[in-house]
């Protein structure tokens, strides 16, 4: 089993979706009314607006603002990436081939698919501090 580290997890969640799907499921649950029992004790009231609580959370949340983060630096990247590229770690993430089939499958060598995967990781690891 090859070793996978985060920056390969994180291309492979952005390939397959997974990274769209996180940033809107944590804005979906940030977005829950958040109801709060103050067990019979007096405390002043909050004068915001549910929608403005909300908006206020989503806003300053930091997990979600690093997940959009990561997505606007793969979506920048990767819109400048050559074909091979992102025909290579398609195949790799999406299609789920190891590199042997993906290096069968483009006629390229495994050497070549490898140099491809570091120069491509090496580009977004300083921006995403991985």
């Not at 405390?43 to 206020?56: F, G, K, L, S």
């Not at 398609?90 to 069968?104: D, E, F, I």
């Not at 580009?123 to 995403?128: A, N, P, Q, T, V």
């Amino acid at each position: 089993m090859p070793k996978v580290d985060k920056l390969d997890r994180l291309i492979g969640d952005y390939l397959t979706g997974r990274l769209d799907a996180a940033i809107k499921m944590r804005e979906l649950y940030l977005r829950q009314p958040k109801y709060q029992d103050s067990l019979g004790v007096q405390v002043q009231r909050n004068n915001t607006a549910p929608q403005e609580a909300a908006y206020i959370r989503v806003e300053s949340d930091d997990r979600l603002t690093n997940l959009k983060y990561q997505k606007e630096v793969l979506d920048t990247f990767w819109a400048i990436a050559d074909d091979d590229t992102k025909e290579a770690l398609t195949l790799y993430h999406k299609r789920g081939l190891n590199w042997n089939g993906v290096s069968v499958e483009m006629y390229i060598s495994r050497k070549a698919l490898y140099k491809i995967n570091c120069k491509f990781k090496d580009s977004i690891r300083d921006l995403l501090s991985m």
